[in-house]
């Protein structure tokens, strides 16, 4: 925790005063001014580190980690991605930097690194979604799609079944879209947001009977969602049609 690290502050003074060429020392002191947000103290010192030992694990890591506390973010990715060339398995590493790379619009590179990592760790939910979001960016709507297949065979939430129901939604492709919210219930029976979307396709498939079971339960589940006065007005019209 922060007072740890607080705590650490003063030894690693002494450690680099008793030792000034140490990188090791450096890095420690360096890392415990970072995480109590002392970045104007930390930055010299890790640099300094770098400067004795480019190679040191963590100290590329460290520094890019302070740039993006300030705010720095093309200035970070060269120190994640030198980092990346030492630990090229580490999943710390490749989460940051895909999200420098999504935050700096380079999707590209965050699609072929979110799939480096989902190789890496396959029960990573995140990873997928992340992946999904990059696709997305870059205008691939299949590969998009696909991602957040693979998702919901490692995903129990439900959340990539009911993402995958609303991109089938705006394509309006009804059946694809109540398959997928029909999974996301399966997986989370409590999704109400599931349930009330597809109520919507099965009114848009004219399922009327099935459409107004769904708005129901929707408005069960969640009776102060802005939606739930809608709901049950389009249910109480559903019934009316003989739904």
């Not at 947000?37 to 580190?49: F, Q, R, S, T, V």
């Not at 394509?171 to 219930?185: G, L, T």
């Given at each position: 925790?922060?007072?740890?690290?607080?705590?650490?502050?003063?030894?690693?003074?002494?450690?680099i005063?008793?030792?000034p060429?140490?990188?090791?020392?450096?890095?420690?002191?360096?890392?415990?001014?970072?995480?109590v947000?002392?970045?104007?103290?930390?930055?010299?010192?890790?640099?300094?580190?770098l400067?004795?030992?480019?190679?040191?694990?963590?100290?590329?890591?460290?520094?890019?980690?302070?740039?993006i506390?300030k705010?720095?973010?093309?200035?970070?990715?060269?120190y994640?991605?030198?980092e990346?060339?030492?630990?090229?398995?580490?999943?710390?590493?490749?989460?940051?930097?895909?999200?420098?790379?999504?935050?700096?619009?380079?999707?590209?590179?965050?699609?072929?690194?979110?799939?480096?990592?989902?190789?890496?760790?396959p029960?990573?939910?995140?990873?997928?979604g992340?992946l999904?979001?990059?696709?997305?960016?870059?205008?691939?709507?299949?590969?998009?799609?696909?991602?957040?297949?693979?998702?919901?065979?490692?995903?129990?939430?439900?959340?990539?079944?009911?993402?995958?129901?609303?991109m089938?939604?705006?394509?309006?492709?009804?059946?694809?879209?109540?398959?997928?919210?029909?999974?996301?219930?399966?997986?989370s029976?409590?999704?109400?947001?599931?349930h009330y979307?597809?109520?919507?396709v099965?009114v848009?498939?004219?399922?009327?009977?099935?459409?107004?079971?769904?708005?129901?339960?929707?408005?069960?589940?969640?009776?102060?969602?802005?939606?739930?006065?809608?709901?049950?007005?389009?249910?109480?019209?559903?019934?009316?049609?003989?739904?």
């Open positions: 925790d922060e007072r740890k690290y607080a705590e650490a502050i003063a030894p690693g003074k002494e450690a005063a008793a030792n060429a140490s990188a090791e020392a450096h890095l420690y002191l360096g890392r415990a001014l970072l995480q947000e002392n970045l104007a103290e930390a930055e010299p010192i890790i640099k300094k580190g400067e004795l030992d480019p190679l040191m694990s963590g100290l590329n890591f460290d520094m890019a980690m302070l740039y506390k705010g720095r973010l093309m200035q970070a990715i060269p994640l991605e030198k990346r060339e030492l630990n090229p398995e580490a999943p710390s590493v490749l989460s940051n930097l895909g999200k420098l790379y999504v935050d700096t619009s380079q999707f590209d590179k965050a699609v072929a690194l979110y799939e480096s990592l989902i190789t890496l760790s029960d990573n939910v995140e990873n997928y992340m999904a979001d990059a696709y997305k960016q870059v205008g691939n709507t299949e590969k998009e799609m696909e991602t957040y297949k693979r998702m919901g065979a490692q995903d129990s939430s439900g959340m990539a079944f009911y993402n995958l129901g609303n089938m939604f705006n394509k309006n492709e009804m059946v694809k879209a109540a398959d997928s919210y029909q999974r996301a219930i399966a997986q029976p409590g999704n109400a947001a599931a979307q597809l109520g919507l099965y848009n498939l004219a399922k009327f009977k099935e459409a107004v079971v769904e708005l129901d339960t929707f408005v069960k589940l969640s009776p102060k969602d802005p939606k739930a006065t809608e709901a049950k007005s389009l249910a109480a019209d559903l019934r009316k049609m003989g739904g």
